[in-house]
């Protein structure tokens, strides 16, 4: 296989910001395929033609291309002449030898000069393949599709399309900080900002030595499955277990998760600041536990300038676990390990927390010297693929 054809969709709807996000798109193909002899990218029709050097295996092109943001799908094929009755033959010599119960053909031409339409091409390709080979045509669920793609000075060819993820290339909607904690929700949460174009960069506030390296290795663990879509991955390190223990000895228990979320905000605040990332990004659902009630995710807001994402505020925990087996990070989140807020844990958190109550607890520690103690204390870890 010499040439595939990724076809994007949201992308199509930018009007005049189109070509940048083409742009971006190519540039993320290409950082995808890396490995690959990728020879030329060129766009066609609704869509972006690659070329490879040398043959390649369509499962090393498609193992790589499913994990784009902005392929709402693509096809890996070859390029047909640009006469329809050299092309019918190409066509059936590349199926010679198959089996096959039914068939269909889906001609899409984006070159109105081509002298047959779409629909032509269609029947007569079909056509000349029933006569040849004897099978079935079959219109709704055929066991192969015939692709011909009729692009201007282009003319390909495929037997399957594949799904890509859909959303917007990774990198043109700007930079988040998202806070990851190894649970099953935070890492939902990046990926749809991923999906949406964002740069992540993530930040875990751990409390080793006073608890295990688990939580560490679970998210370094997950690193890997958002590389497949961002090759170049910033993860913060931040030692957690001091602070919590200075907010343990100075302010009242029920208050103590809303002040260690609220320290955690502003340390990822400056993280974030000095990435240029312009919002921070959480898993935090509406109710899901007490520290997630609307005056505790207000109150936690309130501590920074930065605003807070929270793509899963709306989603209940079966549709969190649902996404999270299919982005694949389920399996990763559920081992066993020890988070940083499960020290020091209060019998009764509040729910409510007021910002008078906040602020009087604050008063007590000395928050501009334990968020820099934070930011000195924190491990940058760079993976690239
Ligand atoms: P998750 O499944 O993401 O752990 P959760 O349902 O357990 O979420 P909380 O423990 O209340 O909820 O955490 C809410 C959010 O706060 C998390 O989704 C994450 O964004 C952030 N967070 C919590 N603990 C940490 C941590 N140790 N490091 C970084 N972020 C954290
Ligand atoms: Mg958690």
């Not at 693509?74 to 050299?86: E, H, P, V």
């Not at 000075?153 to 909607?173: C, D, Q, W």
Request: aromatic residues 8%; positive net charge; glycine residues 8%.
């Amino acid at each position: 296989m010499n040439h595939a054809v990724v076809h994007y969709h949201e992308i199509a709807l930018k009007g005049k910001n189109r070509p940048l996000f083409v742009r971006k798109l190519v540039e993320n193909i290409r950082g995808a395929l890396k490995d690959l002899p990728l020879r030329w990218v060129e766009g066609v029709g609704g869509g972006v033609l690659l070329t490879f050097g040398n043959p390649v295996s369509s499962e090393a092109v498609a193992e790589r291309l499913r994990w784009v943001f902005g392929i709402a799908n693509f096809s890996l094929g070859s390029l047909g002449s640009r006469d329809l009755d050299s092309l019918k033959q190409e066509i059936a010599r590349a199926l010679d030898g198959r089996e096959l119960q039914s068939f269909r053909v889906r001609t899409r031409r984006s070159d109105k000069s081509f002298p047959q339409n779409s629909m032509e091409v269609d029947r007569e390709l079909g056509k000349c393949l029933v006569d040849r080979f004897h099978w079935p045509v079959q219109l709704e669920d055929p066991e192969l599709t015939v692709h011909v793609e009729i692009a201007p000075k282009k003319t390909f060819f495929s037997f399957e399309k594949i799904a890509g993820p859909g959303g917007l290339p990774v990198g043109i909607s700007g930079r988040v900080m998202t806070l990851i904690s190894g649970g099953i929700d935070s890492p939902v949460a990046a990926y749809r900002m991923m999906q949406r174009g964002c740069m992540v960069d993530f930040v875990h506030f751990h409390s080793y030595p006073f608890l295990s390296k688990a939580s560490i290795e679970k998210v370094e663990e997950l690193i890997p499955l958002f590389q497949r879509h961002q090759k170049t991955i910033s993860l913060f390190l931040v030692p957690f277990g001091e602070i919590q223990q200075e907010v343990v000895a100075k302010a009242p228990e029920p208050l103590r998760v809303i002040l260690y979320r609220r320290l955690m905000a502003r340390i990822a605040e400056r993280l974030a600041k000095k990435q240029k990332a312009l919002a921070l990004v959480t898993g935090e659902s509406l109710g899901q536990v007490a520290s997630q009630t609307l005056e505790n995710l207000r109150a936690i807001e309130q501590s920074v300038e930065i605003p807070i994402f929270r793509p899963l505020i709306g989603m209940d925990k079966i549709e969190i676990e649902n996404s999270a087996r299919k982005i694949g990070t389920y399996e990763i989140s559920i081992q066993e390990d020890q988070d940083c807020c499960q020290l020091f844990i209060p019998k009764n958190p509040t729910t409510k927390a007021h910002w008078r109550s906040l602020e009087q607890a604050e008063k007590s520690l000395d928050i501009e010297g334990l968020t820099q103690q934070g930011i000195d204390r924190t491990i940058l870890k760079k993976f690239s693929c």
